[in-house]
């Protein structure tokens, strides 16, 4: 099946640092991926939406200037937290939507997720 | 936006009842209902979903239902299984906008031996 890694799995940094998380597809080529937020205890909120070749798109609310989405190529995207603070800490994930071209273009397959702490 | 909205938070069954979870969203355009079950630290994974021209799936003990005009949808998980212990979530895809999936608030569901 589709395969959706991220790295690093952990970090941990200090204020005022900036903070790049990769997301790859392993198997299958993305063109639209997907960066949430999970705060303990709480839902995944969708925080942008990259396109390959094209700029992302943000939800409301969500800093473009600081929480700055690259999706260079059909297999990764990378988010960077700029400038993170301790209200940035948090469990980020991605999705890559799998468009095997059969009918499954709804289906996303989501990484493992990334746990940032800001110290 | 599209608006999920999910109940109960939290559900304690005992083992081998049948669990419920229902969910109501607020965009008539959106086609596309996936569940997703989520152990602590880890992923989310997709249990089952539902496409809006379907009113009913069926994957062994899980099942999924859609009303389409009370813009409802349900989870049933039958003869539980201190495994299906976990958060689950469900979600709802606005037409509209090319696959972006608005998560539920999640239910927490323990089940008793």
């Known amino acids: 099946g589709a395969v959706v890694s991220q790295h690093p799995s952990r970090v941990i940094c200090k204020s005022g640092t900036s903070v790049k998380i990769e997301c790859r597809s392993l198997d299958f080529q993305a063109t639209t991926m997907f960066w949430y937020r999970q705060f303990p205890k709480q839902s995944l909120m969708l925080m942008a939406t990259s396109n390959e070749g094209s700029k992302a798109t943000y939800e409301q609310g969500v800093e473009k200037d600081k929480f700055l989405i690259n999706h260079a190529s059909l297999t990764l995207s990378t988010l960077t937290v700029t400038s993170a603070h301790p209200e940035d800490s948090s469990f980020y994930i991605c999705s890559a939507r799998a468009n095997r071209g059969s009918g499954a273009t709804d289906t996303q397959y989501f990484g493992p997720g990334t746990r940032l702490t800001v110290l | 936006g599209e608006n999920v909205e999910q109940h109960p938070s939290t559900l304690s069954v005992q083992e081998g009842d049948s669990a419920v979870i229902k969910c109501t969203y607020s965009?008539?355009?959106?086609?596309?209902f996936p569940w997703y079950k989520q152990e602590l630290g880890k992923r989310p994974q997709l249990i089952i979903d539902?496409?809006?021209?379907?009113g009913e799936k069926k994957d062994q003990r899980i099942a999924v239902t859609l009303n389409k005009t009370a813009k409802h949808f349900s989870l049933h998980i039958t003869e539980t299984q201190p495994e299906d212990s976990a958060v689950y979530f469900c979600a709802a895809s606005p037409y509209s906008s090319a696959s972006k999936i608005i998560f539920g608030s999640g239910t927490r569901l323990s089940i008793r031996p």
């Open positions: 965009d008539s355009a959106s086609n596309y």
């Open positions: 539902i496409r809006s021209n379907v």
